[in-house]
């Protein structure tokens, strides 16, 4: 089997040297032919002669393809080729491992990595119905003139990327915040017995994007369902520090890297033997 193998690989290295000689005798979109079919048998020839790179010794095959091979430089392209390709996989490995440990440490961006698996269906939680019924019943509510439209005094960046809200209205007034993204958000709070209230945005839930969001606030009588008047719009902008894009990109930025090194390990590769 390890022979078979070997020979294959001399099969295809002297199929690239044959056909580098004919690309001198080549014109025009010809030569672009040839050079593409080289780029692509040098991409298989690489992996096929991963194994033996992985496995064998090197003195071992420079002997054989010495003994075999029909060409004086086969000994020493081999020699060249396996040490880019090994160099080559192994940055590739690093970067993946490196995009790993960031996907894993860096949680607060990438967020917990999570496996979900449907056992069975069940109808809903007595929580969840409820918490239906109050949105259901926030957004169908009459206005009336008999409760106070709340104010938003002010929004407090915190640690995390959680946003505080914060503000004055009627003492136990129950306070529903609209904000807005893709989708409207609806949050709820009651103010404290000083008519103060606050409601948090946490990230974890949902990441806001880059840009500017729309704040409403209004008060709800949940017990005769009505609603107060609904404030005046008030903006703010949300931008990503630039460490947080780029670790956000870590992804792309990988994948993009490894097929960099590919293009550049064949081209070197192309250009020296």
Avoid: C
Avoid at 91 to 110: E, G, H, N, R, T
Avoid at 171 to 190: E, R
């Amino acid at each position: 089997m390890k022979t078979k193998w070997l020979n294959f690989v001399l099969l295809l290295t002297n199929r690239i040297y044959a056909r580098k000689q004919n690309i001198l005798t080549l014109t025009g979109i010809q030569t672009v032919g040839g050079i593409l079919v080289l780029i692509l048998l040098e991409i298989i020839l690489a992996i096929v002669s991963l194994p033996i790179y992985l496995t064998t010794k090197s003195d071992g095959v420079v002997a054989y393809f010495e003994e075999k091979g029909g060409y004086e430089k086969v000994a020493f392209d081999y020699n060249l080729r396996r040490i880019l390709t090994m160099t080559g996989v192994g940055v590739i490995l690093l970067i993946w491992l490196i995009k790993l440990l960031l996907i894993i440490s860096v949680s607060s961006i990438f967020g917990p990595l999570k496996l979900y698996q449907v056992s069975d269906l069940r109808p809903a939680e007595m929580a969840d119905k409820l918490l239906v019924q109050t949105e259901t019943g926030i957004q169908t509510a009459r206005v009336s003139q008999d409760l106070s439209i709340p104010i938003l005094s002010g929004i407090k960046k915190e640690r995390g990327g959680n946003y505080l809200f914060y503000g004055e209205a009627r003492p136990l007034a129950t306070v529903v915040l609209l904000l807005s993204d893709l989708q409207t958000v609806i949050y709820s709070g009651v103010a404290n017995d000083k008519g103060q209230w606050e409601i948090t945005h946490l990230r974890q839930d949902i990441k806001l994007r880059d840009g500017n969001h729309s704040v409403l606030v209004f008060s709800y009588d949940e017990q005769k369902g009505i609603r107060s008047n609904i404030s005046s719009a008030q903006y703010f902008k949300i931008s990503t520090p630039w460490y947080e894009d780029l670790m956000s990109q870590v992804d792309i930025l990988a994948n993009w890297s490894v097929v960099l090194i590919i293009v550049l390990g064949v081209f070197i590769t192309f250009l020296t033997i």
